[in-house]
T-cell receptor, first 110, second 113 residues
């Protein structure tokens, strides 16, 4: 099985940088994904790390270190619309099945 | 392409009744997933299909839950003899391949009273 740990809540001001860490324990691991979910909305895909290193997509970057069983999502130039929950999710050996962490609620203040 | 559609958006049912939800994935996606999410938690895996084949079902699911994907197109999730603990958001997602991100539907919110 798999389990993922991430902080429950982070608060920051507009324009700041936030890093959301995710540690995982798995019996089989193929990669780490990140999803954003606004209140009342569906999760939306942000990024996927299949290999170690940094992936950059606009203001968001994601990092993976397999040797440390660790990844993070970096949110730069925070905007009010970035207030949402962010989930890390591990891809296991069985096809593309994802196991999600409990989510980190990010609150952006003016 | 209109994304992943789920129907109904909301369902209120009495304990003991059966309910069925429908999911229409993105047409070119061959993988379809069902997840359940309760407030403040991450989505919890229920089952997934590759084309019409159901490849995995969560051990957390009781025999009251069943899912189908006839002809590898839309999928249905049925819950028999609903219990109050079944109250949750039921999310459907589809993907194109092994490293593709999921596209989620808006979900069906089930309330068992």
């Amino acid at each position: 099985g798999q389990s993922l740990e991430q902080p429950s809540e982070v608060t920051a001001v507009e324009g700041a940088i936030v890093q959301i860490n995710c540690t995982y324990q798995t019996s089989g691991f193929y990669g780490l994904s990140w999803y954003q979910q606004h209140d009342g909305g569906a999760p939306t895909f942000l990024s996927y790390n299949g290999l170690d290193g940094l992936e950059e997509t606009g203001r968001f970057s994601s990092f993976l270190s397999r040797s440390d069983s660790y990844g993070y999502l970096l949110l730069q130039e925070l905007q009010m619309k970035d207030s949402a929950s962010y989930f890390c999710a591990a891809r296991g050996a069985a096809g593309n099945k994802l196991t999600f962490g409990g989510g980190t609620r990010v609150l952006v203040k003016p | 392409d209109t994304g992943v559609s789920q129907d109904p958006r909301h369902k209120i049912t009495k304990r003991g009744q059966n309910v069925t939800f429908r999911c229409d994935p993105i047409s070119e996606h061959n993988r379809l997933y069902w997840y359940r999410q309760t407030l403040g938690q991450g989505p919890e895996f229920l089952t997934y299909f590759q084309n019409e084949a159901q490849l995995e079902k969560s051990r957390l699911l009781s025999d009251r839950f069943s899912a189908e994907r006839p002809k590898g197109s839309f999928s249905t999730l049925e819950i028999q003899r609903t219990e109050q603990g079944d109250s949750a958001m039921y999310l459907c997602a589809s993907s194109r391949g092994q490293e593709s991100g999921y596209t989620f539907g808006s979900g069906t919110r089930l309330t068992v009273v």
